[in-house]
């Protein structure tokens, strides 16, 4: 069931409220209106552990190391939008969003399972993984394609809290995932508005948005996610031993066993409006309901195989 209050990005209801931006000249705002929320918000005496799924633990460690990292992204754009003053304070303030993400659902983490440390896991993690910091150019190829991969993975993150809240029985992790959705949700108008700005400066046509945005899909199985994978869930386990396929194959499995029709549609509802396409409400019903099937069967089997 999903929440009344949501978002149509957090409830896939419909397609984001973006709709329109490219008709625009002006930037989006950089600043929120209303105060953000902060770890004090959270009604950590509600939590029940007799109410956590071990799944559901294991998905969180993963995602606190990835939000957690977050400052090395805000370096990265820093460079690649080096004479936007703009859009680095927006995206500064971004970061320390996600950053807060992160906190939260280590905090959370360590509450569920007290022999997890998440300032070691996360530890972990930045030793063993780190992007390209000093890059003075988008690995995307273009400020457009930056902005348009930023946006395919906030769709993602959005798509996938809003998932986990709907999964989750424990009452404070589906206020944190609540909150993180509505949050991820925001950071995709916030990237869309820029693209808007970037995609006509670079004429960034619907061809190259698509391979963009397949690229960036396709990265879900790379080192990120496997390598957070072992540093959170498997690392302290006795004879541990990195095998990327192996963690990146278990992370994405359960992370797709999440999702739900709903969540899917509004994952594609929300990467067909960054690519441009218009009038897409049957297209996106055809190919959420498609991809839906595919994440069922991906994770079914795998849950089946051990
Ligand atoms: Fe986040
Ligand atoms: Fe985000």
């Known amino acids: 069931m999903l929440h009344a209050s949501d978002t149509p990005e957090t409830s896939g209801a419909s397609a984001p409220a973006t709709a329109g931006a490219h008709h625009t000249e002006s930037r989006p705002p950089t600043g929120r209106a209303a105060r953000h929320w902060h770890l004090d918000d959270i009604d950590w005496g509600a939590f029940r552990g007799s109410a956590v799924d071990p799944r559901l633990l294991a998905a969180v460690k993963t995602a606190a190391v990835v939000e957690a990292n977050s400052a090395d992204y805000v370096r990265y754009l820093d460079n690649v939008f080096v004479d936007d003053p703009a859009f680095r304070a927006a995206a500064a303030r971004w970061g320390e969003e996600e950053a807060q993400h992160g ?52 769709s993602g993150t959005c798509s996938y809290y809003s998932a986990l809240r709907d999964r989750a029985e424990e009452p404070v992790l589906r206020d944190i995932c609540h909150r993180i959705a509505q949050d991820e949700a925001q950071h995709y108008r916030l990237f869309h508005g820029h693209l808007a700005h970037y995609a006509r400066e670079a004429g960034l046509g619907a061809w190259a948005r698509l391979r963009i945005a397949l690229g960036r899909v396709g990265e879900t199985d790379d080192d990120e996610l496997a390598y957070a994978w072992f540093s959170a869930v498997e690392a302290t386990r006795p004879g541990a031993r990195y095998e990327r396929a192996r963690c990146a194959a278990l992370y994405q499995r359960l992370a797709m066993s999440m999702y739900g029709l709903a969540h899917v549609r509004s994952l594609v509802s929300m990467i067909a409006l960054a690519l441009g396409l218009r009038g897409t409400a049957r297209l996106v019903r055809v190919v959420g309901w498609v991809g839906w099937q595919w994440l069922r069967l991906r994770s079914s089997a795998s849950f089946a195989g051990g």
């Open 103 to 154: 906190a939260a659902l280590g905090r959370w983490a360590e509450l569920a399972d007290p022999e997890f440390d998440f300032a070691a896991a996360l530890a972990r993690f930045r030793a063993g993984y780190r992007i390209p910091l000093d890059a003075s150019e988008s690995v995307r190829g273009s400020r457009a394609g930056e902005l348009l991969a930023r946006c395919v993975v906030e």
